[in-house]
């Protein structure tokens, strides 16, 4: 009796402590051995992240010439005012938008300079004054009676940061300054609107955060155009000779890049790198066959063909890429003996003044006619140098519309000064950077909550030390690059956007994040139940057993009890 | 009377005029894409599998004609039909019965082919998930404009695709590849096809928006393939990818046929099996896509209006003394091969190394063995 007493307690004590050691020490090594490693990561300041707050602010300094104040308005100057604009997008993103103006009069040299006979001439002599920082405008206002402008245009657009504003006639009349303000305000606003950032830019630069934006049809055309915001560029240039027993082609394209599209990109330098090569095929066809135009007597190319020129030839383009960036491809197509000239006309019927068309995030093509080289007596082949000037001129036109420099049409009044040598004004470059830095932002921001809503929900993926770098250095660099933008700095805040961007990407992007460990739960419970259920069933058994014992021992007492 | 009606005739032509104008102009903003790219994967291997390689190599051919550049195209196969050794005409894939059409040939671009095609490098393509040693012929560089036409075909189940016979894909994954591709905005417009048995199962768990999503047949429904070849042996083609090639011989770059016509292709008549199609996700009306929206690549054209009036003479560029010499060095390839040196080698000497544990254990057995059977005394003449 006492040896069944004591196997059954030995049994007893054996069965609690298997119990006991399979749930202190199993279970928890089982369950460090099968969790996946997952580095920190800032999750409350992405998702802080994640409402975005963009303010934007510029300085604009309005500059009224002699002639257009009164002199008890003068006293009142110099004076400061703030303008805020709130512009919700969505629910998730806001934007404000800030102008610091700064009301003063002109100084002496100022006012020599705008006594310059030419509105060129007075915007050459102006910036050789004063250098306005990134981001900032000068507005000088002149009086109406001065003949800087022609008749039909209010405002004159420099090449530098500087416009000059016709004033109105009754802005002089006596009135406090508050009126005179009140009556300078709009059309300071529509040069704003013009030079520095709007909301229809600004807006279709977010994109990738507010995806069905209905914009303007303008807006939609230049999203479609311009290539997204990129960490560099590769631009190719190419001579397409499909007849070389006609023509024996020579054009200097490392000159015509140096000396006409280099100034644009080093310009461009703060914005992206841009690398470029060139080449030359032969034997390249277009692949439409143009239509001889007996009126014009030329060969014609319609609107409608143009759609189809560019697929065959794009499988003959190499590509000398070894990165995954973006490829501008600019060709330079000159007929063959055959079909010369060879002109393009739009949908109208109307001849295209550069004979040359461009294709939204591809490139651009012009074609070259060089029948008017061929002398009385041409001796094929015949050799003709390529006036690169005049080509360059189309492709530099082609290049600033495909990357988002080119504003769309000034409203009516506005006269903007022609291209400078370098190609870009510098508050085009000041768009640009606006436009470039809040669309960086927003597409860094959502990588980054994306990324981070990802890794939540899947619990299966390994986040690796490097990838949790990675994102605390995008949600840092995130943080101070709106900080910036509030603050005014453009430069600054285009460089903490762009080292945002490549960090988001490059976490976002990371092979190591790939989740092949779809299991769903039927094929777990298939995994685990072979190997802990024949282990787990006598442990429950026995335990049940126990408890049972127990409880009628339990029960005994009781009845002993009573 | 007549005057009249020529009177009218005349005025509705200019009007009609205006309004194709306005349609032209509208017809650049509706698709809202500016390139295309196409995603073709053939799942199966093996030589009874010739079909999965045709009906791929068929689309992909397509493709091209349409328009689609290969450096637009990522093309994944097994690529073992060609010059398998039970193909009787090596080097050829024919898609068509009695040898018609021969879909291989040396233009063809296959990006992933043999034991590359997984479902990891799948989702890692569609995904942009790939190690930073990738040329740019494997990845899927699309962004927020293209327009992506993805095509699988292969041996599927309800819910799952397999990969050449030894792992699968399924429905959920593929979801949330897509979702993936959305999050970072890598496609403007989605055009799913599927050639599988069950296949409507794969596109069942979609919920990403701007997907359209072909299948062969609905979920218990086998797809079945179209003709067999008597002198090749196998089947060439599926009829879903047989009529759906059919219907695209008619598609030039410049037609205007729209989606409703493709949904309409191999009824169950022709098909055996029902094909089914999947547009809730899509944000457009069908019957507003057109057919080369996805399967062709029809640029948006602009005219240059303005130049930058550009003077000055070229600057020829200078060469400095330095780098002028480096310029001058010419190129010339690596050696080659030196055929001739190997084949006329003498074997190399080896150095002697003892016998290793396998010929060890041999020889032990043997002796054992041999002691065994003719007893201990004999060790003696041994040692």
């Known amino acids: ?122 915007d050459l002599s102006l910036h050789t004054l004063s250098e306005s920082p990134c981001g900032s405008l000068v507005v000088y206002v002149i009086p109406e009676s001065s003949s800087l402008l022609p008749e039909d245009v209010n405002v004159y657009v420099g090449q530098r940061r500087t416009a000059l504003l016709r004033g109105d006639a009754q802005m002089r009349a006596g009135k406090t300054l508050e009126q005179l303000l009140a009556q300078v305000q709009p059309g300071i606003k529509r040069v704003l609107q013009v030079m ?38 590769e631009i190719t240039f190419s001579l397409l000779n499909p007849d070389p027993k006609s023509h024996r082609l020579h054009w200097d394209i490392e000159g015509a890049v140096q000396t006409f599209i280099q100034p644009l990109l080093k310009k461009l330098s703060p914005v992206s790198n841009f690398s470029i090569d060139s080449q030359t095929l032969y034997y390249a066809m277009l692949g439409v066959n143009p239509r001889f135009d007996t009126g014009l007597s030329a060969f014609t190319l319609n609107a409608d063909s143009l759609a189809h020129v560019i697929n065959p030839v794009e499988a003959r383009l190499g590509s000398n890429a070894a990165s995954s960036n973006p490829v501008l491809n600019f060709l330079l197509y000159v007929p063959d003996a055959h079909h010369s000239p060879l002109l393009i006309q739009d949908h109208k019927k109307q001849e295209a003044p550069s004979n040359a068309f461009h294709s939204p995030r591809w490139g651009g093509i012009m074609v070259y006619n060089v029948d008017s080289f061929y002398g009385p007596e041409p001796e094929f082949p015949v050799d003709i140098d390529i006036n690169m000037a005049k080509v360059m001129g189309v492709f530099l036109a082609q290049l600033r519309l495909l990357l988002g420099v080119q504003s769309s049409t000034p409203p009516p009044g506005f006269l903007i000064a022609p291209c400078s040598r370098t190609g870009l004004a510098d ?28 890794l939540d929900q899947i619990g299966n993926i390994v986040i690796n030390d490097n990838i949790a770098q990675q994102v605390s250095s995008a949600v840092t660099s995130l943080q101070l690059a709106v900080a910036e933008l509030e603050a005014g700095n453009l430069g600054f805040a285009l460089q903490y956007s762009k080292e945002a961007i490549l960090a988001s990407e490059k976490a976002f992007f990371d092979p190591s994040l790939l989740h092949l460990l779809y299991f769903p739960d039927d094929q777990k419970f298939a995994i685990y139940i072979p190997l802990f259920l024949p282990m787990c069933v006598p442990i429950l058994l026995s335990l049940l057993k126990i408890l049972s014992e127990l409880r009628q021992k339990y029960k005994e007492k009781q009845a002993k009890k009573d | 009377m007549k005057i009249l009606t020529l009177l009218s005739f005349f005025a509705t032509h200019p009007l009609t005029n205006s309004i194709n104008l306005e349609e032209q102009t509208a017809q650049f903003f509706s698709s809202g894409h500016t390139n295309n790219w196409a995603v073709l994967v053939c799942t199966s291997r093996f030589w009874f599998n010739y079909r999965h390689v045709a009906n791929t190599l068929s689309v992909y051919r397509s493709v091209k004609r349409l328009g689609i550049p290969d450096s637009h195209i990522v093309l994944m196969l097994a690529d073992d039909m060609a010059c398998n050794h039970r193909n009787p005409k090596p080097a050829t894939v024919f898609s068509h019965k009695n040898m018609e059409l ?105 919920y990403s928006p701007n997907l359209m999503a072909l299948a062969s047949s609905q979920v218990g429904e086998d797809s079945l393939s179209h003709q067999p070849d008597l002198a090749i042996g196998v089947h060439l083609m599926d009829r879903y990818t047989f009529y759906l090639l059919e219907f695209l011989e008619d598609i030039h770059p410049a037609s205007k046929s729209n989606m409703n016509d493709l949904f309409k292709v191999c009824p169950k008549s022709q098909c055996v099996s029902t094909p089914g199609h999947r547009t809730d996700l899509f944000l457009r009306d069908p019957g507003s896509v057109l057919i080369t929206d996805f399967f062709g690549s029809v640029r948006k054209i602009e005219i240059t209006m303005e130049a930058v009036n550009l003077t000055g003479p070229v600057q020829a560029v200078e060469e400095s003394p330095v780098t002028g010499e480096a310029n001058k060095e010419l190129y010339s390839y690596v050696d080659q091969l030196p055929v001739s040196e190997i084949i006329h080698q003498k074997p190399k000497q080896r150095d002697w190394h003892p016998p290793d544990g396998f010929i060890l254990g041999l020889w032990s057995l043997i002796l054992l063995v041999f002691f065994k059977t003719y007893g201990m005394k004999h060790l003696k003449h041994i040692f």
Request: charged share 25%; net charge negative; aromatic share 10%.
């Open chain 1, 1 to 122: 009796m006492a040896t069944t007493e004591v196997e059954r307690r030995r049994g007893q004590l054996a069965a609690l402590s298997i119990a006991v050691v399979v749930v202190v020490v199993g279970v928890p090594l089982w369950w460090r051995t099968t969790e996946t490693y997952r580095a920190w990561l800032p999750v409350s300041q992405i998702l802080e992240l994640a409402k975005l707050q963009l303010h934007l602010s510029a300085d604009v300094e309005v500059v009224f010439a002699r002639g257009t104040v009164t002199p008890e308005q003068q006293k009142k100057f110099p004076l400061t005012q703030t303008q805020d604009e709130e512009h919700p997008v969505d629910e998730e993103t806001a934007l404000r938008y800030r102008y610091e103006t700064r009301y003063r009069t002109a100084t002496v040299m100022e006012e020599d300079a705008l006594n310059k006979p030419t509105a060129a001439e007075a």
């Open chain 1, 196 to 233: 520095s950032f709007n909301h229809a830019d600004i807006t279709a630069a977010l994109s990738d955060r507010v995806r069905f934006n209905p914009g303007s049809k303008e807006s939609i055309a230049d999203s479609m155009r311009a290539f997204k915001s990129s960490p560099g560029y």
């Open chain 1, 427 to 454: 508050w085009e470059l000041d768009r640009l950077m606006w436009s470039r830095s809040v669309e960086n932002v927003a597409t860094a921001t959502t990588t980054i909550t994306s990324l981070a809503q990802l």
């Open chain 2, 102 to 206: 021969n879909v291989y040939g040396d233009d063809v671009e296959v990006d992933y082919r043999g034991y590359e095609v997984t479902v990891e490098n799948f989702l890692r393509v569609l995904t942009g998930r790939l190690p930073p040693s990738t040329p740019r012929s494997k990845r899927l560089l699309s962004d927020d404009r293209s327009n992506i036409l993805i095509y699988l075909t292969g041996h599927g189940g309800n819910g799952f695709l397999k990969f050449q016979d030894s792992e699968e894909i399924s429905n959920v994954e593929l979801a949330d590849a897509f979702e993936q591709m959305w999050q970072k905005r890598r496609y403007n417009e989605l055009l799913f096809i599927i050639d599988t048995c069950q296949g409507a199962s794969m596109y069942e768990r979609f």
